[in-house]
């Protein structure tokens, strides 16, 4: 089956700090990707999506791009602010049957301090 | 503008009692999805629907019902043969099936037992 592995929070950084986030994940066909991020006491917003290989998603200044040998949809910030403090879900949807379904993983949450 | 709204935000069951919590959306979706998020966990699906009239479980479906009456509503029943019903519930939707298309979710609803 799908599944999507992100790295384990909480993840601390001080302000202009370099981010990534690790996502890789394991899937039949060529899914496509996505990072939501939710803030607290809200729901998910989509970030950004990259729905083939080499394919790089952007938004925000987050950037992530689509690898499919090392099967990795990292999540990259080159300079981080307070406000960018939320938890950041990678997820897959696959083709073929149950296609809109999206499979996610565990969450990452970013603590980002002035 | 549009969107997808849920409510309540915070919901109270006592022991034995059914609750149900309101979706409704503004954007013209045929898919919808609800989905639970406890702590670490990420989200996880519970039931989804394609096209009114129609639903499928996911994942955790036992101790919940849902009905699609009409395109924009999908309430979703929590039972009380869900034993353990306390999480953050998020409904999504999405424009159609293909894997590019991304979800759009809502607020949450936060359900607690007294």
């Known amino acids: 089956g799908n599944s999507v592995t992100q790295m384990e929070g909480p993840v601390t950084l001080s302000e202009e700090a370099f981010l990534t986030i690790n996502c890789t994940y394991t899937?039949?066909?060529?899914?496509?990707l996505f990072w939501y991020v939710q803030y607290p006491g809200e729901g998910l917003q989509l970030l950004l999506k990259?729905?083939?290989?080499?394919d790089k998603g952007s938004n925000k200044g987050f950037e992530a791009t689509y690898r499919k040998e090392t099967t990795s949809f990292h999540l990259e910030k080159g300079s981080v602010q307070v406000s960018d403090s939320a938890v950041y879900f990678c997820?897959?949807?696959?083709?073929?049957?149950?296609?809109?379904?999206?499979?996610f993983g565990k969450g990452t949450k970013l603590s980002v301090i002035p | 503008d549009g969107g997808i709204t849920q409510s309540p935000k915070y919901l109270f069951r006592k022991e034995g009692q059914n609750v149900t919590l309101s979706c409704e959306q503004n954007?013209?979706?045929?898919?919808m999805y609800w989905y639970r998020q406890d702590p670490g966990q990420g989200l996880r699906l519970i039931y989804y629907?394609?096209?009114?009239?129609?639903?499928q479980k996911g994942d955790i479906a036992e101790g919940y019902s849902v009905s699609r009456e009409k395109k924009e509503s999908f309430p979703l029943t929590v039972t009380s043969a869900q034993k353990n019903p306390t999480a953050f519930y998020l409904c999504?939707?999405?424009?159609?099936?293909?894997?590019?298309?991304?979800?759009?979710f809502g607020d949450g609803t936060r359900l607690s037992i007294l």
């Open positions: 999504a939707s999405s424009i159609g099936v293909a894997p590019g298309q991304p979800q759009h």
């Open positions: 899937a039949t066909g060529y899914p496509s």
């Open positions: 990259a729905t083939k290989a080499d």
């Open positions: 997820a897959l949807a696959s083709p073929g049957a149950g296609s809109y379904q999206l499979t």
């Open positions: 954007l013209n979706h045929d898919a």
């Open positions: 629907s394609q096209i009114v009239n129609d639903f």
